[in-house]
Structures are given as structure tokens and as C-alpha cells.
């Protein structure tokens, strides 16, 4: 097989960078694989191990620094057939350790590519995760407070089936890096380099030093026999395989007539445990039984019990490009929570805003007709204020009608839920 890399774009690394012997490395290792270009991917990050994907003749992705294992994990589920391999440099590695370790316990059959050369070489040399304790870098003592991170320890230990070490200078590093492409499973190698442009002009760093070096760590060259285990996709596929198929969404017919003429957009604001979310819910499914894009945008406390509960529903004929409501059609005041949340909307609420008010819900000034229900009085549960309110807004065939209200209930609830809220949405007075 020919080679891979691209004429158009050689690589241009510092006069005596490892990079540029990991870059004909790797294509001669998809050349012994007989890999055409549209078989592989190579997925990068920032920093020099970032120009990679540029080099060659492949599919290609360049993202954010330390972020490149979850853009080649999404390739490889999407595209199971492509080889994915990763490029990282020792910074991005630290950057993204977290999505190391999941690249590890995941096993996705994905070869991660580790130019080590102990700094971020780009951007000054300062010192990364890797930096010897005792190097001088561009980042003055800071390397000192640290220890440095032993990356193939760490791969193990989460779990990596495949752990490879080796310098950059390696005569049979075509061979290291076809092992760990062909290996069925997440692959890594960390390979030890040598940045002229920063790292060594204060420190003394040579291809036999990094092979003296590596000579005194622990064997580490490839499977590691008490993680192997099934690769992650075919693991997921044959798991998925035997599931029960699950049936897909009903589908919601459009059959009732929008009682107005344009977008419309719905606040409620309520309190925990007023079902305001759900209330939203139903707003928007009745929305769809009439044709319509509709949006729900909501804002609660992480506390659940206590606070502020509000939806932020928009129904509109054409299509919705943003989420954000402005003029609200309809608040529904339920709670003071809820109106103390969202105070700064109400002076600037024009005359045809129509605001359904609870009572006992002080609302701020302003210009919006006002519609006062004493719910609590009408026997209504607090619970159920927010769908009485969708009620009272059928029945004024404001931003929707009765037939789509029950036509939303009966997509939402079943049975005796549904009986009920039927029950409480047909004694709604005005």
C-alpha cells in the first residue's frame, strides 16, 4: 500500500522532533496494514500532536485541547468500521485525564497515540503531567510541587487492555503502532520523545538517555492479561441484540384547529409540587395536536421540595429558532416563588398579555389584563392548579381549545389518571 501522507501538507516540526519519526512511524504502519485512506480516521487535539491529522491522507477531526478521546469515541460507535486512532500530547493527556480513564474502563476499540515529550512544547514550554520533577521548564519551580504521572500505570489500573511504552527512536515502532491498531480493544502507547524547541535547551535529554530511561521501568509492552475482557461495541451490540425491541414513538396526528394566528408564548409560574412541569408538558403535546413547533424551557431548584418551579412554553405555525420568551402571551401565576423568580418580566408586559392570577399571589404593576381564580376555593388541590389553569385557558380559547387540551390529557395519563384529570378539567369554571 502506498503511503498516506499528504504532499500537500508535510509535516513541519522543530529540526530534531520526535513528532516528525511518530508521523512517518504511523504511516508506515497503515501502509503494512494495508489501510487506503477512507479506513482510517486520526483524531486530534491542540498542540504539535495536533498538526497530525493534517499530515495525512484520511477522515480526519481536530477539537479542543485534552478533548480528542470523546470525538474518537463518537466516530467509532457512529462508524464501527473505520480504525480511529488518537494523537495527544503529553499536555492534552493532563488536560483530559478524566477521558482517559473512561477511554480505559470503557474498552472502545480505539488506539490512543501519546507523544510524550514532557512540556507543552507549543505554547512556552511549560511543564505538564509528565514533566520530571527535577527539569527545568518555562513554568519556573511549579514542576517541582508536583509528582509526575506515570501514564501507563494509571491506563492499567482503569482498566486499558493494552499498555504500550517505548521511545519514539524505536527502530520497530511501525511494528508497536500496528500492534496496537490491529489489537481489538482500547490500545495505548506512550511514546517518550525528545522537543528540541523548548525541553531541551535546559535540559539534557538524548535517544539513549530516554532508552537508559525506559530500560529501568517495569515491562510494559501490550496486553495486559488481567484486563482483557470483550471490546466495548460488540460487547454493547450483543447485548442490545437480545433485548426486547421496544416499540417506537406514537406518533401525534394533527387534527384540531389552532385557535390563533400566530406564535404564542406560555409562563407559569409556580412551586415545588405544583406538577408545573407537567403542566408544560401538556401544553406543548397539545400544541402538536394541532400541527404546531413547539418549545419547553424550564427552571427549578435542585432542592425539588421547596422553591421555584416555572415553564417556558412557546406554541408557534412556524418554525422556532429561539427558546427565549420576550412577550409572553399568557403568565399563569400559581405560587410567589414562582412571580418573585421572574419579577423584572412584568413591567414591560403589554395590555394583551393575559395574566391568570391564584389567589393570594401578589404580582407586580403592569399593563397585562388580569384574570384572578380562587382555585383553593373551588375545591382545587395545589397539586393541580397549573392544569386547572390550561383549563381556564381552553375554555377562554386563549392559545388553545378544548380539544386539544383532552386530546393532550389522553396522549399523557392512562386510566384512572386520566379519569381524574378529565374530571378536574371539565368542572373548571370561569
Given amino acids: 500500500m502506498d503511503s498516506l501522507l499528504n ?6 516540526f522543530c529540526p530534531g522532533c520526535s513528532h516528525e519519526r511518530v508521523t512517518k512511524a504511523l ?9 487506503s485512506g477512507d479506513k482510517a480516521v486520526i483524531v486530534s487535539d491542540i498542540g504539535c500532536s495536533g498538526l497530525f491529522d493534517t499530515f495525512f491522507n484520511t477522515h480526519a ?52 497515540l501519546i507523544l510524550n515529550n514532557f512540556n507543552f512544547g507549543m505554547t512556552g514550554g ?62 495505548l502507547i506512550d511514546m517518550w520523545g525528545i522537543c528540541p524547541g523548548r525541553y531541551t535547551k535546559r535540559n539534557k535529554l538524548t535517544p539513549q538517555i530516554i532508552d537508559e530511561t525506559l530500560a529501568g521501568f517495569p515491562s510494559c509492552s501490550g496486553i495486559v492479561e488481567e484486563n482483557k475482557r470483550k471490546e466495548y461495541s460488540h460487547n454493547y451490540r450483543e447485548i442490545i441484540s437480545k433485548l426486547k425491541k421496544v416499540d417506537p414513538p406514537r406518533g401525534i396526528k394533527a387534527e384540531f384547529v389552532f385557535p390563533e394566528s400566530d406564535r404564542q408564548e406560555v409562563i407559569i409560574l409556580g412551586s415545588a409540587g405544583q406538577r408545573i412541569i407537567t403542566s408544560g408538558d401538556i401544553l406543548c403535546i397539545a400544541g402538536l395536536t394541532a400541527g ?23 406554541l408557534s405555525p412556524d418554525d422556532i429558532g429561539y427558546s427565549g420568551i420576550e412577550k409572553p402571551s399568557v403568565i399563569i401565576a400559581l405560587a410567589q416563588e414562582g412571580v418573585d423568580r421572574r419579577r423584572y418580566l412584568f413591567s414591560d408586559l403589554a395590555e394583551n398579555t393575559l ?7 401578589d404580582t407586580p404593576e403592569s399593563r397585562a389584563t388580569m384574570l384572578d381564580v380562587d382555585l383553593k376555593a373551588r375545591g382545587i388541590k395545589s397539586q393541580d392548579w397549573a392544569l386547572a389553569s390550561l383549563a381556564v385557558m381552553a375554555k377562554l380559547k386563549k392559545v388553545i381549545n378544548a380539544d386539544m387540551l383532552n386530546a393532550a390529557l389522553k396522549l399523557v395519563f392512562r386510566e384512572t389518571v386520566l379519569e381524574s384529570a378529565l374530571e378536574l378539567v371539565n368542572r373548571v369554571e370561569l
Fill in 355 to 361: 395574566i391568570i392570577r391564584a389567589a393570594g399571589v
Fill in 27 to 35: 504511516d508506515k504502519a497503515l501502509s503494512n496494514m494495508g489501510l
Fill in 7 to 12: 504532499t500537500g501538507r508535510p509535516p513541519v
Fill in 126 to 187: 511549560q511543564f505538564s503531567v509528565t514533566t520530571p520533577q527535577e527539569a527545568q521548564v518555562g513554568s519556573g519551580f511549579l514542576n517541582r510541587l508536583e509528582k509526575s504521572l506515570d501514564v501507563c500505570d494509571v491506563a492499567r489500573s482503569a482498566g486499558a487492555p493494552y499498555v504500550s511504552r517505548c521511545s519514539s527512536y524505536s527502530s520497530d515502532l511501525p511494528d508497536e503502532i500496528e500492534k496496537a491498531v490491529r489489537f481489538d480493544g482500547f490500545s
Fill in 292 to 314: 404546531l413547533n413547539v418549545t419547553q424551557k424550564n427552571d427549578y431548584n435542585i432542592t425539588v421540595l421547596r422553591g421555584p418551579s416555572i415553564s417556558e412554553i412557546i
Fill in 61 to 112: 477531526f481536530h477539537g479542543l485541547h485534552g478533548r480528542a478521546l470523546t470525538y474518537a469515541a463518537g466516530i467509532k460507535m457512529a462508524k464501527p468500521d473505520l480504525n480511529v486512532i488518537v494523537t495527544m500530547g503529553d499536555g492534552g493527556l493532563g488536560i483530559g485525564g478524566a477521558h482517559l480513564l473512561a477511554a480505559c474502563r470503557r474498552n472502545l476499540n480505539l488506539t490512543l
